[in-house]
């Protein structure tokens, strides 16, 4: 079965500085895609960016960008220039491609950011 | 706007009452899903349902139950609230595989 792991439950980076949150996962599947959702306190899960595991290419989205190692596993997000407004839980994702496939989420990260 | 809407935000119930949580969604999607979210457990699905008329339990269905209305309604019952059921539900909807989720905006439930 496929699965998800966070080792960070908490972070802190000091606001305008850089900060990665780590994930890894396993699976048997060579297709496969990733994310990272980010729950602000307001409780609503937002899709931050997304992952094709069959494109090598990082994704990147404004100041969020993704380190994608396909043969490690791995799939840690970088937030430069860190603001205020990205205090957050952050949630990895994970979803194979059939059609039902659900997709399966690590336990969190929860993102502090200091002024 | 179009998105998935969740009702109610917030309920209280005493153990043994039993509710419905409604969602509807106005974006066509054919797969909806209940999660159920947990300090230090992330998200954990409830159940899904791939297509209209489908419905599948996904891992932690005990205590529930769901009924897929129609294309747009995904509903989850609890008959009978236990407190292990003190809990934030989330429902969500995806286009098709390989795609993220849109969430509905979660409901709040205590069982005292």
């Known amino acids: 079965a496929q699965t998800v792991t966070q080792s960070q439950p908490e972070m802190s980076v000091q606001e305008a500085e850089t900060v990665t949150l780590s994930c890894t996962y396993d699976t048997s599947e060579s297709d496969y895609y990733l994310f990272w959702y980010k729950q602000p306190p307001s409780r609503q899960m937002i899709l931050v960016i997304r992952?094709?595991?069959?494109?090598?290419q990082n994704a990147t989205e404004n100041r969020f960008s993704v380190n994608f190692q396909k043969a490690a596993k791995s799939f840690s997000l970088k937030i430069s220039d860190s603001q205020l407004g990205d205090a957050a839980m952050y949630f990895c994702?994970?979803?194979?491609?059939?059609?039902?496939?659900?997709?399966?989420f690590g336990k969190g990260t929860r993102l502090h950011i200091l002024p | 706007n179009a998105g998935v809407t969740q009702t109610p935000k917030f309920q209280v119930l005493k153990t043994g009452q039993s509710m419905t949580l409604q969602c509807a969604q106005d974006?066509?999607?054919?797969?909806m899903y209940w999660y159920r979210q947990d300090p230090g457990m992330g998200l954990r699905l409830i159940y899904y349902s791939a297509s209209e008329g489908t419905t599948d339990k996904g891992e932690v269905p005990n205590g529930y139950n769901v009924s897929r209305l129609n294309k747009r309604e995904f509903s989850l019952r609890l008959e009978s609230a236990a407190p292990s059921q003190t809990s934030v539900y989330f429902c969500a909807s995806s286009e098709r595989s390989g795609y993220g989720y849109t969430f509905g905006s979660g409901t709040r439930l205590t069982v005292v």
């Open positions: 994702a994970y979803r194979a491609p059939n059609r039902d496939d659900k997709i399966i």
């Open positions: 974006m066509n999607h054919n797969s």
């Open positions: 992952q094709e595991a069959y494109k090598q």
